[in-house]
Antibody
Framework: QLQLQESGPGLVKPSETLSLTCTVS??????????WGWIRQPPGKGLEWIGS???????YYNLSLKSRVTISVDTSKNQFSLKLSSVTAVDTAVYYC??????????????WGQGTLVSVSS | DIQMTQSPSSLSASVGDRVTITCRAS??????LNWYQQRPGKAPKLLIY???SLQSGVPSRFSGSGSGTDFTLTISSLQPEDFATYYC??????????FGPGTKVDIK
C-alpha cells in the first residue's frame, strides 16, 4: 500500500531555507498515471497548494510563492523535495506531500503523507 | 486566479442529521471540483472527485453534485466520525490548484 513520508527539520531560522523530502513507498512514483505535490497548512488555518512536479522533473508553483520555491525529484530514491527560501514566521505550517491522480477532467490529491510541522523561529 | 468560497464556514449538527455544504467558484470550473475531509490532527482525505464521483472506500452517505460555479457536498446521515473540516478544491487550472477555506462541522 502506498505510503508517503515527509522528512526534514522541524525548526528553521528566519531568512534561511526550509528543506523537506517526501519518500514514496511504492512503484507508482515512476508511473505516468500520477504526479506529486506539496501542500501546507498554517496552524488553525486552511490548505494552501505550494507546487507540483512530474516524474520528468517539470514543476509548477503557486504564483504567490514562486519566487521562493523549488521542487525537485530524485528518481533513484523515489523521492521528491521542497525548498522554500527566505522563510519568515508566516511560513510556519504543517507541510504535506501528496500523490496527484486524474480522472476525466479532474485532478485530485489522492493520497497524503501524515504531514510534518515546520516552525520558523530564531 | 480562480477563487473558491465555502458556506457556511461552520455548522453544528447532530448524529443522524442531513448536512449540506456549498462550494462556489469565481468562474466556471466545469466539474473539476474535489472534496476532502480533515479530522483534527490528521491529513486530509479525499472524499469526492470530479464533483460527484465517490472515492473508493468512502461511505455512500457522502455525495457530491454541481457543475460550473456551484457545488454541494451532502452527508445524508451524519455519523460521529464525520465531525471534521471539509474542503473543496478546484483543478480546472491544473496543474495549479486552489482550495476553499473550509467548513467545520461540529457537534450540536
Amino acid at each position: 500500500q502506498l505510503q508517503l513520508q515527509e522528512s526534514g527539520p522541524g525548526l528553521v531560522k528566519p531568512s534561511e531555507t526550509l528543506s523537506l523530502t517526501c519518500t514514496v513507498s511504492d512503484g507508482s512514483f515512476s508511473s505516468s498515471s500520477y504526479y506529486w505535490g506539496w501542500i501546507r497548512q498554517p496552524p488553525g488555518k486552511g490548505l494552501e497548494w505550494i507546487g507540483s512536479i512530474y516524474y520528468s522533473g517539470r514543476a509548477y508553483y503557486n504564483l504567490s510563492l514562486k519566487s521562493r520555491v523549488t521542487i525537485s525529484v530524485d528518481t533513484s530514491k523515489n523521492q521528491f523535495s521542497l525548498k522554500l527560501s527566505s522563510v519568515t514566521a508566516v511560513d510556519t505550517a504543517v507541510y504535506y506531500c501528496a500523490r496527484i491522480a486524474a480522472r476525466g477532467n479532474s485532478e485530485f490529491f489522492q493520497q497524503w503523507g501524515q504531514g510534518t510541522l515546520v516552525s520558523v523561529s530564531s | 486566479d480562480i477563487q473558491m468560497t465555502q458556506s457556511p464556514s461552520s455548522l453544528s449538527a447532530s448524529v443522524g442529521d442531513r448536512v449540506t455544504i456549498t462550494c462556489r467558484a469565481s468562474q466556471s470550473i466545469t466539474n473539476s471540483l474535489n472534496w476532502y475531509q480533515q479530522r483534527p490532527g490528521k491529513a486530509p482525505k479525499l472524499l469526492i472527485y470530479g464533483a460527484s464521483s465517490l472515492q473508493s472506500g468512502v461511505p455512500s452517505r457522502f455525495s457530491g453534485s454541481g457543475s460550473g460555479t456551484d457545488f454541494t457536498l451532502t452527508i445524508s446521515s451524519l455519523q460521529p466520525e464525520d465531525f471534521a473540516t471539509y474542503y473543496c478544491q478546484q483543478s480546472y487550472t491544473m496543474p495549479e490548484f486552489t482550495f476553499g477555506p473550509g467548513t467545520k462541522v461540529d457537534i450540536k
